[in-house]
């Protein structure tokens, strides 16, 4: 995701108007948005030859460097790792192959998949 490092997609605030927006057009996407949506390798930026953050479907993850830990979708909601080490942040996928993050401070970047 562009400006974000490997916990791709942490630290994210929940905004309310994104999520409204993509759970009411969710219909009318090309593909389901689901957890299965997320499995696959990512990268934060546009050069797939970087060290990727891989989602398994079991709900594992392996991030750039080899550390591993979970993920989960509820709804809009991203969350890596679990307990008082984990992060949630507010997901918009866009396209099959990029998805928005809307970070905690206001920012907002995007990861696609490699």
Do not use: H
């Not at 994104?18 to 593909?31: H, L, T």
């Not at 970087?50 to 809009?76: C, H, K, Q, V």
């Amino acid at each position: 995701m562009k400006t974000l490092a490997y916990p791709v997609l942490a630290s994210v605030a929940l905004f309310s108007s994104p999520i409204v927006y993509a759970q009411e057009s969710s219909g009318d996407r090309p593909y389901p948005f689901t957890s299965s949506y997320f499995v696959g390798e990512w990268v934060d930026s546009e050069d797939c030859s970087l060290e990727r953050l891989t989602m398994s479907a079991d709900g594992t993850f392996t991030a750039p460097g080899g550390g591993t830990s979970t993920w989960s979708l509820d709804g809009n909601v991203l969350t890596f790792g679990s307990g008082t080490s984990a992060s949630s942040f507010m997901v918009e996928p866009v396209s099959r192959g990029k998805v928005i993050i809307y970070n905690e401070d206001g920012t907002v970047g995007y990861s696609i998949r490699c």
